[in-house]
Every structure is written in C-alpha cells, then in structure tokens.
C-alpha cells in the first residue's frame, strides 16, 4: 500500500510539472521527445518506489536517451543511484541535472540541485566543479 501512494504521489508531480517543463526546456518546439521519454519515466518512478533500483534506472537511462534534457529523469536517476549506494553514478547524474539548469539559466535549481548533492554524495568532487560554474556565472553578471 506504501508503494502505491509513493507511485501515485510521484506520478502526480511529473503529471503536474508537464506545464512548466514545457516552458523551460530547451528542446526546440515542435519536437515529441517529451512526450515519448515520459512513459519510461513513469514507469521508472514505479520501479523506484518498489526500490527496484536497477529497473528504475534503466528506465530513466531510456527516458533521457529519448530526451536529453529530461530534467526530473536526471534527478530522479540520481536519486536511484543514491538510494542503491553508488555514489559516484548519483554524483554524476545530479552534476548533469545542474548543467542542465544551466543551460536555461535557473540559477536557483542549479542551487538546490548542489544542495541535493551535498545530501546524498557529499564527497563528490562534481560539488565542487558545479560550485565553481556557479561563480564563474556570478563573475560574469
């Protein structure tokens, strides 16, 4: 029962995140890769609130070859990667989410993505090269 309300609850917040990730992602207009990566990461949320680890990560792997710049796949991966203890995969997951943030300049979730990797892979040293990014940005403003 735990597991449902952890799908359910997952699957509303991709459901209800689709407006506003068509507005900051920067895929071209036009394009239905989306569209077609979002059914694997549904599907890899179930598989992660069942802590099937590895089924859950290939699904995002799925998800981000179809969209590169699938967001929430990146994290959630990340988060997958954590939960199974392979630090290193989560880091670089949540390091790619950050360049992501980047590209579309949401400085704020480039922000949250180091805070999220501080609490799950303190010991990356991909904290610090997305720390460094963030102020060579600073810099240039």
Do not use: H, W
């Not at 792997?61 to 991966?77: K, R, S, V």
């Amino acid at each position: 029962m735990k597991r449902k309300k952890i799908f359910i609850l997952l699957t509303i917040l991709s459901l209800s995140l689709i407006p506003v990730l068509a507005e900051t992602n920067p895929v071209p207009k036009g394009t239905n890769a989306y569209i077609e990566a979002l059914p694997y990461f549904l599907k890899g949320n179930r598989y992660l609130a069942e802590r099937s680890f590895e089924k859950a990560i290939g699904c995002y792997q799925t998800a981000i070859e179809i969209d590169t710049f699938f967001a929430l796949a990146y994290q959630n991966m990340g988060t997958a990667y954590a939960l199974k203890g392979c630090s290193i995969s989560a880091a670089d997951s949540f390091y790619k989410l950050g360049l992501l943030y980047f590209m579309i300049n949401n400085i704020q979730m480039v922000n949250k993505t180091i805070e999220k990797m501080e609490e799950l892979t303190p010991d990356s040293p991909l904290i610090k090269k997305l720390i460094d990014k963030l102020n060579e940005e600073k810099k240039e403003e």
